[in-house]
């Protein structure tokens, strides 16, 4: 039996203050590639960017992470971003992002 290897993708990013912490490294699921029609890493990293000198609540946390949802618009669009932070890392971890139709 063999197992999934995992494909995060992994940049150092201009830093940025999410939440009061300084953050240099963003991680990007696999899991986003499934929206690969829309989305691209370069998308995600200008995403991330409008999130900088921000402060937002979780949606939710469990076993050392906190969990995010936003709405960010970029060049007329809204896209959903769900990400993390993990408690004693300063990194950002996108979970997914993908156009959010709903939103004009």
Same mark, same amino acid.
């Given at each position: 039996m063999g !197992? +999934? %290897? =995992?494909?995060?993708? =992994?940049? =150092? +990013?201009? *830093?940025?203050? #999410?939440? &009061?912490? #300084? @953050?240099t490294k963003l991680i990007i699921d696999d899991h986003v590639d499934k929206h690969s029609d829309h989305i691209t890493d370069e998308l995600i990293i200008n995403l991330v960017r409008n999130l900088h000198m921000e402060s937002q609540e979780p949606t939710g946390e469990k076993d050392g992470f906190k969990y995010f949802? *936003?709405?960010i618009k970029e060049n &007329?669009?809204? !896209? $959903?971003? @769900?990400?993390?932070? =993990?408690? *004693?890392? %300063? !990194? +950002? &971890?996108?979970?997914?992002?993908?156009?959010? /139709? /709903? @939103? $004009?």
């Amino acid at each position: 039996m063999g !197992y +999934i %290897l =995992e494909m995060r993708r =992994e940049y =150092e +990013i201009p *830093s940025l203050c #999410i939440n &009061g912490l #300084i @953050i240099t490294k963003l991680i990007i699921d696999d899991h986003v590639d499934k929206h690969s029609d829309h989305i691209t890493d370069e998308l995600i990293i200008n995403l991330v960017r409008n999130l900088h000198m921000e402060s937002q609540e979780p949606t939710g946390e469990k076993d050392g992470f906190k969990y995010f949802a *936003s709405t960010i618009k970029e060049n &007329g669009q809204a !896209y $959903k971003l @769900i990400w993390l932070l =993990e408690d *004693s890392f %300063l !990194y +950002i &971890g996108v979970i997914t992002a993908f156009k959010d /139709r /709903r @939103i $004009k």
